[in-house]
């Protein structure tokens, strides 16, 4: 059954809501904190904290002084998301669960690139920990990227008969 035009939209509006959810966070916290901002959620697991990302996955190439690699890591991101928006876009036998894994992948990896092209860094905030060993700080958008892989991986496990 080939892609109506509504489940297009409704994933594109899925996406929408993914950014606007993960900017409206980001927002929040740079207003309201500050580097030495740590608000403890759940004492010795969770925290907020404020996390200026100027790097990819992890913190990866965070120290890095070259403007090379803003530009290399935004232009990459840049063509992932473009490649969701094209796999959207094109798909003419999707499953429920794929074009949604699709549309908050897109929505998270939009959230990231607003935030390298508005800010020149992405802003984290989501701190786990447990005594001394943290898990890299990460946002919404890291979240929504995460959560539409773990749906993508879901459907491709599930498999698909072609009937024909």
Not at 71 to 82: C, K, Y
Request: hydrophobic share 55%; aromatic share 10%; net charge negative.
């Amino acid at each position: 059954m080939p892609v109506l035009p509504f489940m297009r939209l409704q994933q594109f509006f899925i996406a929408g809501i993914v950014l606007l959810l993960d900017q409206a966070s980001k927002a929040v916290v740079v207003e309201r904190f500050t580097a030495a901002t740590a608000i403890p959620v759940i004492p010795g697991l969770f925290r907020l904290v404020l996390v200026e990302n100027t790097g990819m996955a992890f913190g990866l190439l965070d120290d890095s002084p070259s403007p090379l690699v803003f530009a290399v890591l935004t232009l990459v991101s840049a063509a992932i998301l473009g490649f969701v928006i094209y796999l959207i876009w094109t798909s003419q036998f999707p499953s429920m669960l794929g074009g949604y894994g699709l549309a908050v992948i897109l929505g998270g990896a939009a959230g990231n690139v607003a935030d390298r092209l508005v800010r020149g860094k992405v802003i984290d905030f989501l701190d786990f920990y447990l005594g001394e060993h943290h898990w890299p700080a990460f946002n919404v958008a890291d979240c929504a990227i995460v959560v539409g892989a773990a749906l993508l991986m879901v459907d491709l496990m599930r498999g698909r008969r072609v009937e024909p």
